[in-house]
Nanobody, 117 residues
């Protein structure tokens, strides 16, 4: 079982910034695809951003220009830099790790982000 540990969530005012981190307890990290997703109560989990093993990135339209995903392979960590936060960004944020070879998918426990007006 792969353990993913997220951190960096919290309470911030609208317009502020947070940086989420997700550390993976896995031997082989560099060849994995990574992503950040978010979920609010009563709604489906939605994609925020992804970064492939080749460092190709993809963003949901609602975060383009505000959020940046990055990875540090030696540290086995994926980051989500969130700027100009809005109240509608309030959610639990989850990181995901996926092996393109086996299809195995792992999720972190989630970190709460709350943006006040």
């Amino acid at each position: 079982q792969v353990q993913l540990v997220e951190s960096g969530g919290g309470l911030v005012q609208a317009g502020g910034s947070l940086r989420l981190s997700c550390v993976a307890g896995i031997a082989s990290f560099a060849n994995k695809d990574l992503g950040w997703y978010r979920q609010v109560p009563g709604k489906q989990r939605e994609l925020v951003a992804t970064i492939s093993s080749a460092e190709n990135t993809k963003y949901a339209d609602f975060v383009k220009g505000r959020f940046t995903i990055a990875r540090d392979n030696p540290k086995k960590t994926v980051y989500l830099q969130m700027n100009n936060l809005k109240p509608e960004d309030t959610a639990v944020y989850y990181c995901k790790l996926q092996s393109k070879f086996t299809g195995s998918t792992y999720w972190g426990q989630g970190t709460q982000v709350t943006v006040s007006p």
